[in-house]
């Protein structure tokens, strides 16, 4: 059982580097802050008070103390947020990463290595809330986000949504109220799905640069608005997967709800792009790591990133907001 490291002897230090996109005025500011949870004292029986040591130099101050439940009993249920998380993850490794062929819009599972990554960004994400989940038509993003739930503490189940027909409605229908309320939706859109690499499909990356040479294939590789033969460019495929991600998961972060997103490097990449207001220079430079969860705080309007999780017994990833350490505060009290 995990604890947060405020209740314990040991306070955990961590140096954390944000960007905050303001969607208004489209500004990038950058800061980094040296943060520390610390218990406070006791503001109350049965309870416990939190406060984020921000450290500067030789001098630290306690601010927005929060004030946590300690033992199990009370409402669990969700509480309307001003605040909604953001959970992007690269599905783990697929057998044809493993064997350097460009894969794109092929439907290639994970390696046995993928099935661990993914396994482990779920434990580096087991104390954050998650209401719903989008992932790409590629079964490697779905078995990612599947293996990642399965390490959940909150042990809700993932349940992919068939709305392709009336009767895949119908027939995966859940009649008990009691059941939906354990279970997370999965809702799977090809516009997440990689870009389309067209006539590289298949072939080996190592291979295809000694027949083209290693500037035409890195061109088709990284360039923004050059797609490879019958493909599509970074520049199509970011169309595509920010379209559908500013009509289709914005309004649930808009309405309070957490969202996660297993997809692939290059939709993911566009999705980054647009988060972080990157140029196109800079985007072509941005590389994901198969199986990293990256989290993004969404808060009136605007997507502030907080980088990646660092694992479910560290206190980083909770020293970033009130609610997301109130969160983990009733995890922990729910199976003691």
Not at 59 to 73: A, E, F, W
Not at 196 to 225: C, I, P
Request: aromatic fraction near 6%; hydrophobic fraction near 35%.
């Amino acid at each position: 059982m995990y604890r947060m490291a405020a209740a314990t002897s040991h306070n955990a230090i961590v140096s954390t580097q944000s960007h905050r996109w303001n969607g208004k005025n489209s500004r990038l500011d950058k800061r980094t802050a040296n943060v520390r949870l610390v218990s406070v004292g006791s503001c109350c029986p049965g309870s416990r008070k939190l406060g984020l040591v921000c450290a500067s130099g030789s001098q630290s101050s306690v601010i927005d103390p929060v004030h946590l439940p300690s033992n199990g009993k009370g409402d669990h249920s969700p509480k309307k947020s001003s605040e909604s998380s953001l959970i992007l993850i690269r599905h783990g490794e697929s057998m044809w990463n493993e064997k350097n062929l460009f894969t794109g819009c092929v439907d290639v599972p994970l390696t046995p290595k993928g099935v661990e990554e993914a396994i482990e960004a779920g434990k580096r994400i087991c104390n954050i809330p998650i209401d719903v989940i989008f992932t790409s038509a590629m079964i490697r993003s779905q078995m990612t986000a599947m293996l990642a739930m399965m390490q959940h503490r909150r042990k809700k189940v993932p349940i992919i949504t068939h709305k392709e027909s009336e009767q895949a409605q119908s027939w995966s229908k859940i009649y008990s109220e009691d059941t939906k309320e354990q279970s997370i939706p999965v809702i799977t859109a090809w516009q997440l799905n990689e870009r389309m690499y067209g006539e590289l499909q298949g072939l080996n990356k190592q291979e295809t640069a000694d027949r083209f040479g290693k500037e035409q294939v890195h061109e088709w590789r990284r360039s923004y608005d050059t797609p490879p033969p019958n493909g599509e460019s970074l520049e199509m495929c970011a169309d595509r997967a920010v379209s559908y991600f500013k009509d289709q998961v914005v309004p649930h972060l808009t309405a309070g709800k957490h969202v996660m997103v297993a997809a692939h490097a290059n939709s993911l990449r566009s999705i980054i792009m647009h988060l972080d207001k990157l140029t196109s220079q800079e985007v072509i430079s941005l590389e994901l790591s198969t199986g990293i969860p990256m989290l993004y705080i969404f808060k009136e309007g605007e997507f502030i990133r907080r980088g990646s999780p660092v694992g479910p017994s560290e206190a980083s990833v909770y020293a970033y907001t009130r609610n997301l350490a109130t969160y983990r505060n009733t995890l922990d009290s729910m199976v003691q």
